[in-house]
């Protein structure tokens, strides 16, 4: 249910841009969210994701270290992506 809510979240950010992404990097943005949000090792609907110039960087929270390096190697198949900075923490979610 998270995996459908995300991408119904992505979708619906997508149509509220009114728009196909203009630049490379914006495009390189929305595959790498779908991507991530999709994956059941990721699960990434709630990550950071930020990209300048193809050089994509990764933060939050991830339930394993597989997660972790799977986000990398799922960026990297991106077209147009130079390179990765994956920043994500591993672990459950703080608790205040």
Do not use: C, W, Y
Not at 33 to 46: E, F, H, N, Q, S
Not at 67 to 95: H, R, W
């Amino acid at each position: 249910m998270r995996r459908l809510a995300a991408i119904a979240l992505l979708s619906l950010s997508t149509l509220v841009a009114g728009q196909k992404s203009s630049t490379p990097d914006d495009r390189i943005f929305d595959q790498v969210r779908m991507k991530l949000a999709t994956d059941p090792d990721v699960k990434g609907g709630a990550l950071d994701v930020t990209v300048h110039d193809g050089v994509v960087t990764i933060k939050g929270r991830v339930d394993t270290d597989k997660g972790k390096a799977k986000a990398t190697k799922l960026a990297k198949k991106v077209k147009g992506v130079k390179q990765v900075d994956n920043e994500l923490q591993v672990g459950p979610p703080a608790t205040l």
